[in-house]
């Protein structure tokens, strides 16, 4: 029996790993989050578009809650370390 080929993969824009995002700060992603929104809610995006920017709106907030989990870890290692 062959090993079945591998599926190639492509990263798509709005993909977890894209680049550049682990250098964002919380108030660019919240930001551009924001940006996010208010087109959808426009709501006069071209079905792809809107697919690709809540996929990009899911990794933000994604991003922003990881950074706010770190923060609120780090508050609480000063608060007990008192």
């Not at 079905?47 to 780090?74: I, P, T, V």
């Amino acid at each position: 029996m062959s090993p079945m080929p591998r599926k190639q993969t492509t990263q798509s824009p709005a993909a977890p790993e894209q680049a550049g995002d682990e250098a964002l700060t919380f108030e660019q992603a919240w930001r551009e989050l924001e940006q996010i929104v208010e087109q959808l809610e426009r709501g006069d995006l071209p079905l792809e578009q809107s697919l690709a920017l809540h996929a990009r709106g899911q990794q933000l907030a994604a991003l922003c809650a990881a950074q706010l989990d770190q923060a609120e870890l780090r508050v609480r290692t000063v608060v007990s370390d008192q």
